[in-house]
């Protein structure tokens, strides 16, 4: 069951949408409205907007749009139930009893607690004789005991059914196992056993100190050398960071980005608390609007190997783009963090710092390592070499940036400023030129409904879908004119199976005298959700008159009365007159 309306409309109510959101998005007031950087998606221009009369919000940029409750359960990665009572709590209400279906709610808590009773099996294991490789080999990295329990490392056995067991002795069921990804069911289908063996046990633990999932390094030389956790309901690799709970509170805006586990474990372990890991993936744009949330500045610790370089070119973009500014430490001899801090014995924690304030920016990065590409001793390595650092000059979005950058090259190579900023200016126009085709391409998709992942029969029925769009935001807006909308065109007459369902979803909740989006988190996924909001946006800016609304009827029925080509070819001559005067008719 749905919680009461009178409960939503008042939780929404305590909880304004501009207050909640203010502590993720640096808010400006635009008119009525309230505008700042998207936290959702990486943006230089602010796209996300928060309009108040309505208490929603839409992002342009990305689609995502909402309510208050939506907008927590994005943000705060919860479900809807727990999203409602975050929002009770912070306003000071109490839960309506035996009024919701919270299944899902209690799932997530059942494997929060399975996923913590997990991880202190784990941690006995590894100090039983059972775990003695795995204790061997983490005392082998030079980890103490107190970063060992600091971290809640573990181990597990080769048993395969030693976890499920200890954990089904504690009321836990086989399907509460394997929802939290803890166990795997059998091929028969009868019984379940341990997704981890044999290998050291990392918790991910989330900001509100739950252990959410696990990764583990196995002890033999089998692939996969790391297994993670696969995602779960309260698990997602590409949202989520290791030791994020930590870093949170190292009194720094600078985060360290480092490739695995051990190296922000040996980096945490030598004084620097602010060390943050991937989760077994590439950085995604979640995880770097996530790193946004805690730091100004990032400082990329990836390992010096060719796999750790390509990935450091992959992640500068996409942290630039969230709007960090982003340092790449170059680690001597081609170590990674924690071998080289080991190497240094007593003094890696020094040597480590000293690395560290050594570190360039992502753009001498770049610039160092062309450097090593061309030979600069020939007049071609030279010419060569500038080229392609003028192209990366020329991807620097601030001109005091560029300017800088071009003066140094310029003054060492005894190139004339003016042709190296020419140069640039040209490449700037070719960048310029390019991200233009592409926004003209991303307009195109978008009016001819091909890019539409949502609606994906918009596309087949353009325009009917257009004016159903157009007719469903329309109603959301001017509620009074439900019954009028209905007289003169039925849902049976919309084209668009999407469409048609919000149509007949809202009508209902007019007819029954419930506001039409007090329930949209809750009734429609997060993408549909988006989509209802994207379309009531899409139309904010359109003057809905009385002419307007009768033309988007009229367009439906006139949909509505065609026929397909292979329907028509199937009807007599008699129907097809009889279809062919309908269909002027329609037209009048």
């Not at 080509?565 to 279809?579: E, R």
Request: charged fraction near 30%.
């Amino acid at each position: 069951m749905a919680f009461p309306e009178g409960f939503l409309q008042e939780l929404k109510m305590r909880n304004s949408l501009t207050e909640v959101a203010a502590p993720y998005v640096n808010l400006k007031r635009r008119g009525r409205n309230m505008v700042g950087l998207c936290p959702f998606h990486g943006e230089k221009t602010p796209s996300f907007n928060i309009y108040t009369e309505s208490e929603s919000f839409y992002c342009f940029g990305c689609g995502a749009g909402g309510d208050v409750i939506s907008f927590i359960m994005r943000i705060e990665n919860l479900d809807y139930i727990d999203a409602v009572k975050y929002l009770a709590q912070r306003a000071g209400m109490e839960m309506p009893e035996n009024s919701y279906d919270d299944s899902m709610s209690k799932l997530r808590k059942r494997i929060f607690e399975a996923n913590r009773e997990a991880a202190r099996f784990y941690y006995k294991s590894l100090y039983l004789p059972v775990g003695r490789e795995g204790l061997d080999y983490l005392h082998g990295r030079a980890l103490t005991d107190r970063t060992i329990r600091h971290f809640g490392l573990g181990f597990a056995d080769d048993d395969w059914t030693s976890l499920t067991t200890h954990l089904k002795s504690l009321g836990f069921s086989e399907h509460e196992l394997v929802a939290a990804n803890l166990a795997v069911q059998r091929r028969s289908g009868n019984g379940v056993y341990d997704r981890f063996t044999n290998r050291v046990m990392f918790p991910i633990i989330d900001l509100r100190g739950n252990v959410i999932a696990f990764g583990g390094r196995i002890m033999t030389d089998q692939k996969p050398k790391y297994l993670n956790t696969s995602d779960t309901p309260v698990f997602k690799k590409s949202e989520n960071l290791f030791s994020l709970n930590n870093a949170k509170n190292a009194g720094s805006r600078t985060l360290m980005l480092c490739e695995g586990y051990m190296d922000v474990i040996a980096v945490n372990q030598a004084g620097f608390q602010n060390a943050v890991a991937t989760l077994g993936t590439a950085l995604t744009t979640e995880q770097a609007m996530l790193i946004k949330r805690y730091a100004d500045e990032v400082i990329i610790c990836y390992d010096a190997d060719e796999a750790g370089q390509k990935a450091t070119a992959r992640a500068i973009p996409i942290l630039r783009n969230a709007g960090l500014l982003v340092r790449v430490l170059t680690i001597p001899n081609g170590k990674d963090p924690d071998e080289f801090i080991r190497s240094q014995g007593a003094d890696g924690p020094a040597a480590f710092k000293a690395v560290i304030e050594k570190s360039g920016n992502d753009v001498e990065y770049r610039l160092q390592k062309l450097r090593a590409e061309h030979n600069l001793e020939t007049t071609d390595g030279r010419v060569t070499y500038l080229e392609a650092a003028a192209r990366v000059i020329a991807s620097v979005h601030s001109p005091i940036e560029q300017d800088v950058y071009t003066s140094k090259l310029c003054k060492e190579f005894g190139v004339d400023k003016n042709s190296f900023k020419a140069q640039v200016a040209k490449l700037n126009k070719r960048m310029s030129r390019e991200e233009y085709r592409r926004q003209q391409q991303k307009i195109r998709n978008d009016l001819s409904g091909r890019a539409d992942k949502v609606d994906k029969d918009k596309a087949k029925a353009l325009r009917s879908t257009t004016a159903e769009e157009a007719l469903t935001a329309y109603l959301i807006k001017n509620p009074d004119a439900e019954k009028a909308i209905s007289r003169e065109v039925s849902p049976e007459q919309f084209q668009n199976p999407l469409m048609r369902r919000f149509f007949e979803y809202f009508t209902a909740r007019i007819r029954d005298g419930k506001d039409p989006l007090n329930n949209i988190s809750a009734d429609f996924s997060s993408e549909e959700s988006n989509k209802i909001f994207q379309i009531i946006h899409k139309h904010s800016g359109v003057a809905q008159t009385k002419q307007s609304l009768e033309e988007y009827i009229k367009v439906i029925r006139e949909e509505s009365a065609k026929l397909k080509p292979a329907d028509i070819g199937g009807m007599s001559g008699d129907d097809l007159n009889a279809y062919l005067e309908k269909v002027r008719n329609t037209k009048k």
